[in-house]
């Protein structure tokens, strides 16, 4: 998952993770918190396939981006990606009983199609604070 990361995600949040203030939230550490909310698992799934709008607060900060959709990436790709991005930068050291992700279950998120609007919808479900 790091190279797949490395190519399709690090422009915006940055090869540690830590992403840009105010522009483009964390990844490192946050990943990990995403996962670990009730509803959490499918959502980035959904995140990663169908990208999101909206406002968000991270760790602080305001953000009111879009994250563009990466449905060209394969199952496999988004699953290895995840993987990745909820364990690396110490996120294994947070997660709650974590079972990585599978291609299955990529596949079975992608045959509901979502908006990115959609996807904003479905984090106002997560409960985060
Ligand atoms: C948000 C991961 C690619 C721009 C996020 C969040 C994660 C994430 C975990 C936080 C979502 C939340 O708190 O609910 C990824 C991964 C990528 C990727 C794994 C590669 C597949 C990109 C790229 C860009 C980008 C390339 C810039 C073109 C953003 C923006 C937000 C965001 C702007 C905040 C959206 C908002 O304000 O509603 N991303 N991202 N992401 N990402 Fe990405």
Excluded: K
């Amino acid at each position: 998952g790091q190279a797949a990361y490395e190519a399709n995600c690090a422009s915006c949040h940055q090869v540690n993770g830590a992403g840009i203030p105010g522009a483009f939230p964390p990844v490192a550490g946050h990943a990990a918190s995403l996962y670990n909310a009730e509803g959490g698992r499918a959502y980035l799934i959904n995140l990663l396939l169908y990208g999101l709008q909206g406002e968000i607060q991270v760790e602080g900060q305001t953000y009111n981006g879009v994250m563009p959709p990466w449905q060209q990436l394969s199952d496999d790709d988004i699953a290895n990606i995840l993987n990745y991005v909820v364990t690396a930068w110490d996120g294994n050291q947070q997660l709650q009983g974590f079972t990585p992700f599978a291609t299955a279950e990529v596949a079975e998120q992608r045959a509901t199609a979502r908006s990115s609007n959609d996807v904003y919808a479905l984090r106002q479900q997560l409960g985060l604070s």
